[in-house]
């Protein structure tokens, strides 16, 4: 079937049943929301022409969630793989994409990492300090380049927490024991956020225990008259890695430590017309694996990536709208006793611009991004976004793109007795599409999506036969996924308490499943249905509740349903909090061969110093 044909099916079926995609955000907040993942030209939220989903510090508050890993996995159109609790390794695909495909972003800053995108969700940060996050859909690469496959998730931290302390402290199943302080102060000529937390478990399951930690300030300097923003990450991770990469047949106790650390330093100059955000920041990775955990000698691979990067980001306003232009040089490096010492220079130029028309009630927003590689060369990925007001609440958009992505150093050079690389892999590209509706009202937000996406040299772990036992990396024939979302959020009182009631549902289609799942390791897993609702009730002053139901259905016959409660009582300066994880017991797998845990409670209690 073509791509015109397929395209015009998806529109047909999905707009004739009017399903709609929404945020759970009141209107007044939406008017107030700018959306920075944009990098260049920062729009309100109800103006963009992309798919982007906005996760409030109030949503993060009603989510029943933990940590970033959870909390995604909320959000329809975004599988979030897990291989246990506490985020010690989560795999992260928007739409059908693999792992590699999607990038993350912290305060705007790209956090993809060269040996693997294994390693992308080492660099979420703790709850506690973040400010919202932003979730951007589709072909994002003429935005941020090329790791931007599938899509983007920008994590953008708190400004500020007003001279306050607050510490927190949680216990429950499976020997969890998490604390943490997170303090804030604010100076004559400067403010500062400080976090500390430890996160730990001795595991639902035999070697599934860990110990994570992690570390973050944000720093504004020179207040008054320029300010500087500095901040710096530190997240290291230790885990029993129990059937992370090899089936139970083979009796393996595998074992993981992890580091991810980040500094960077950014400051904004502008005027009436003109703004430019210059930034210096160095990202590091550091990875340690053992396959048997009590004997490191028998196996074991180390691997330290380092991302030293310079950008400019900048827009000028005039009569014809706004120009947005950029600048990203990066030096890349690895050094490891498998994947060998390599390094590689990437420079990238940002180039788009955005028209109004119509009295301002149609924008026209072409782009393009052009980077050079030092080892994959020079290569561009143009695209444009189209966006209509209807009414003031009624919005219609579309976009088209080419998107990108180079084979990662695990790609081409990994080797062990059942995996191997592929130095002759071409990088891999598609050609996206995408239409939709976004309709706000203070009671009721929703929206809807369709998309397609012709995919070429995708990369998969291929064998040749099934007597064959090595799995090598292979560009594999072009492969088609088109899918819609929606998404819609009800807001209404009971007894003057705020109440929301929202839904998410996400379908993907692809042919993937047409080659033979015996013959590949990784891509035949694509979580085809997905469907999400979220309560977030209060029927008292201090007590909330909230209740999410999580269903999803897997190319491979996988069908389970999830259900997690949370339930926050806040008495003045304290708040007490319970949450419930898989509270029937559901029995179903994420990623590999790791069953997830059985039904589960945290209970909490922090305390607010102001």
Excluded at 87 to 112: C, E, H, P, V, W
Excluded at 280 to 298: G, I, K, T, V
Excluded at 345 to 364: C, P, S, V, Y
Excluded at 394 to 422: E, H, K, M, Q, W
């Amino acid at each position: 079937m073509s791509f015109k044909t397929n395209f015009l099916y998806i529109a047909i079926s999905v707009l004739g049943t009017c399903t709609l995609f929404a945020q759970n955000l009141p209107l007044e907040e939406l008017d107030s929301v700018t959306v920075t993942s944009t990098q260049r030209i920062n729009l309100p939220f109800k103006k963009n022409s992309r798919t982007i989903t906005i996760i409030t510090k109030a949503d993060i508050k009603n989510s029943a969630a933990v940590n970033v890993a959870d909390l995604l996995q909320q959000v329809a159109g975004v599988d979030i793989r897990r291989r246990g609790t506490g985020g010690s390794q989560a795999d992260l695909y928007i739409r059908g994409g693999g792992f590699d495909q999607t990038l993350l972003l912290i305060d705007g800053i790209k956090m993809d990492d060269s040996q693997t995108g294994h390693h992308t969700m080492n660099a979420a940060l703790p709850i506690e300090v973040i400010e919202r996050i932003e979730i951007v859909k589709g072909p994002a690469a003429r935005v941020f380049g090329q790791n931007a496959f599938t899509g983007a998730i920008n994590i953008v931290t708190k400004k500020t927490v007003e001279n306050t302390v607050s510490a927190n402290i949680e216990a429950g199943s499976f020997g969890q024991l998490n604390g943490n302080v997170t303090a804030g102060v604010d100076l004559e000529n400067s403010s500062h956020i400080v976090h500390v937390g430890r996160v730990t478990s001795e595991g639902y399951r035999f070697n599934s225990d860990y110990d994570n930690a992690n570390y973050f300030i944000k720093s504004t300097f020179n207040e008054d008259k320029q300010p500087i923003q500095m901040i710096a990450t530190f997240m290291e991770r230790k885990f029993g890695a129990q059937n992370f990469y090899t089936p139970p047949s083979r009796g393996f106790t595998e074992y993981e430590e992890t580091q991810n650390s980040l500094v960077a330093f950014t400051t904004t100059f502008k005027n009436e017309k003109f703004k430019i955000s210059p930034r210096m920041y160095w990202r590091r990775n550091q990875d340690m694996f053992l396959l048997r955990r009590e004997d490191p000698s028998f196996f074991r691979n180390f691997h330290i990536t380092n991302k030293v990067g310079a950008e400019a980001n900048a827009s000028y306003s005039s009569n014809l709208g706004i120009t947005g232009f950029g600048l990203d040089l990066a030096s890349v490096s690895i050094n490891s006793n498998n994947l060998g010492n390599r390094d590689r220079f990437m420079a990238t130029a940002f180039l788009e611009h955005r028209f109004k028309l119509d009295n301002g009630k149609l924008d026209i927003t072409p782009g393009v991004a052009m980077t050079y590689f030092s080892d994959f060369k020079f290569n561009a990925f143009p695209g444009i976004d189209i966006g209509y007001a209807i009414t003031n609440n009624l919005r219609a958009y579309g976009n088209v793109g080419f998107t990108y992505r180079i084979p990662t150093y695990t790609d081409l050079f990994y080797s062990d007795p059942a995996t191997a690389g592929n130095p002759d892999l071409e990088p891999e590209e598609a050609f996206a599409q995408e239409i939709g509706l976004k309709y706000f009202s203070p009671k009721f937000n929703a929206s809807i999506a369709v998309f397609n996406r012709d995919a070429e040299n995708l990369i998969d772990y291929i064998r040749p036969n099934v007597n064959e036992g090595i799995f090598t990396a292979t560009n594999i024939r072009e492969v088609n996924t088109k899918g819609l979302e929606f998404d819609a959020a009800y807001n209404f009182k009971i007894s003057e308490f705020n109440q929301t009631l929202g839904f998410g549902y996400s379908y993907l289609d692809d042919n993937i499943m047409d080659q033979n799942p015996e013959l590949s390791r990784y891509s035949l897993n694509t979580l085809r249905h997905q469907f999400i609702t979220r309560l977030s009730t209060q029927l008292f002053k201090n007590i909330r509740q909230n209740i999410v139901y999580k269903h999803a259905e897997r190319t491979t016959g996988q069908s389970y349903n999830v259900w997690d409660a949370s339930l926050v009582m806040k008495l003045k300066q304290m708040e007490f909090t319970v949450t419930a994880s898989n509270i029937f017991d559901a029995d179903y797998i994420e990623a590999g061969f790791v069953p997830m845990p059985p039904s589960n409670v945290l209970f909490g209690l922090r305390y607010t110093l102001n």
